[in-house]
Structures are given as C-alpha cells and as structure tokens.
C-alpha cells in the first residue's frame, strides 16, 4: 500500500514539475512570438494620423518665385555633357578647387510662365571628383553651392567612395529594421525598429569593406526585399536621412547622387551585418501618436479614413503644406525629428520640432 502511494505521490510531483516547465516554456515562447519585452518604444508626435486628403491638388504648394532662395529659382545647370542639380549643399570657401570657368544658369516661374537666367562660376570641389559634383558661385552673392551629377556612374564600390571623398563627406544615422511577427492570436504585425547608436566603423567595415564589387545598377531589375537600411547624411551635398540599405539577395543599394547604386557583396555578409546588430544594440518600436491620442500601433475606425500618403497634410489657410514628420518605408526617409529620451518603464518619449 505505502508503496502504491509513493508511487502515486512520485507521478504527482512528475506532473507538476511538467506543468511547471510548460508554463515557463509557454511565457518564453510568447515572449518570442508576441514580442511584447523585446523592443523598448519610441513615441514621435504628429500633428494627426487621421487627416482626411480630399483633392490630390491639396499635396503641396509650389512656392512662389520670390518665396525661392537664388540657389532655388537656378537650381540646375549643364556642364560637360552633363546635368548638376542643387540641393542646397553649401560649400565651404576652403573646399573650392579649380576654377572651370562660367555658365549660364537658367530658372522657370510657374506662375508668369518667365524664363530669367543667372551666370555663375564654376569650381571643383576639393577631393570630389567633377564628375559627381561642382561648386557654383551664381553671380551678385557670395556662397557656394554643390551642384550634382544624379547620372554619375561609378564601376565598382571603391570607385564610388573615391571619387565622393565618400570616408570624409558621409555621416551615417540610425540603422532601420522591419520586425516581421505573429502574435498568440495569428495575427500579422509590422514594426519598424530604429537602431539609433551604431557606430559609422562598424558600417564601414561590414557593408563597404569589399572595394572591388561592380556596380550591377539596372533600373529595370529588382534586387530582393531590403531587410536593414542605413539613414544617410551628406551635408556638402544637401543630402539628409537619404538611404543606404542591404537586401535578402545579398546586395548593398543606395540613392547617394539621386540614382540607384546597387553592389553584390554577398548573402552571407548581409546576414552577419543584420545578425550583428540585432545582437549588439538596442533597437525602439517606432510609434507615431498624434494629438487625438491615435497611436500608429493600433487600429483605425475606418470612417476616419487614415491618410496613407507619404507625409502628413496640414491646411493653411488657402494653402496646403507638407508637415515636417514623414513616415518611413524600410526607415530609409527618418523622421525630422528631436529626441528627448524621458524614459519610464520600456517607453521612450521622442518630441518632434518644427
């Protein structure tokens, strides 16, 4: 009989322990699927998530030719078979090369339908090749401005970062990650995660290590799905949050200079790179909230017919214009934005500025 007991008492502790470690292994496993403790969450203010756009002309406002700054109304010229595009990158005196001579610029007003013209001289910009850049001194002011060449076309990557002086001129931003899960329920999620602190070496030496992978760039190809992007800064060009990004195919892509550059170095390469900083920096749950209290994590009723557009649209008076915030695909965009890292609990607060 004490036997029978101890037998029965022994499959009794057997089963708790299993129920035990089937609690733990349902919590773990919920933890993984659900993701409800891995990302800490970034709160980015808007003016509304729920915006009702009822006429495409509402989209912008062209801007009046005497609203333009000079480096606006001539804002593209033709130099060596080619054309250069401002993107209000100023140049610093000092990074004035070789004078190339002058060029007529010319400028459309959209709303007389005149055409003015502008001289300006041009420059080298020192340790950027002409081919990718000029400087240019319009007539009557005393700045310099880059001016672009977006059919530039290197031949391999090492090209590409020589003739941009690409180490010098580049600042890289926060590493863009979509986080891809289901949820206890079946459920689908998207969530767009922000690595705001890796440092530019480690993206130099991960992504731009290899300098002899060929530029393979064909606008009619597609190179697979982007898995982790990099926000890019080029001030003496005017670029800023522009894109670096890798994809699942294995390729490097970016639209430095305006036009798609798209290098091969490697499945393996992209997964280390993506593998690295999932496990050695912290990344934020982008969430956008607008002053209704609408979170970007949560559903809409659909009578509030959310804007999709690209940018957030506020009406002014007769005109309509673009907000400051823009919604980020892959994180190549950003977000104009600045943090003030008030953490309480797993949330971070992040205030936009106008």
Known sequence: ???????IILVLVILIIIAVLSVIFLNNEKSQDGKESRWKT??????SLTEKITDATDIAVIPRWEELTIYQQFSNV???ESNYDCWQGKVPEEMLGENLGIATLSGYDEYSKNTYTKNGTIYTIKNISKECAIAIQLDGTNEYYSYVNSY??????GEFIEDLNLKEIISFGSIWYDDVYTDEEGNTHYDNIEFPEVDDETIWKMLFSNTSVENVHNDSSWYGDTVMSVSVDIPILGYKNISCSVTENGYLETNILDTGKTFYIGK????E????ILDNYEGYKIVYVDAEGNRSDEEFDEDDNVSTADDVIVQTGNNVVEDVIVYM????????????ENEIGNNVTTHSVE
């Not at 009989?1 to 037998?7: C, L, W």
């Open 273 to 276: 790179f993506v593998n690295y």
């Open 152 to 157: 530039y076309r290197p031949e391999t990557l």
């Open 42 to 47: 970034k709160e980015i203010y808007v003016n």
């Open 1 to 7: 009989m004490k036997k029978k007991v101890g037998i």
């Open 78 to 80: 033709r130099y060596n």
């Open 268 to 271: 393996d390469k992209v997964q």
């Open 329 to 340: 695909e892959n994180g190549v965009e950003g977000e104009k934005a600045v943090t003030r």
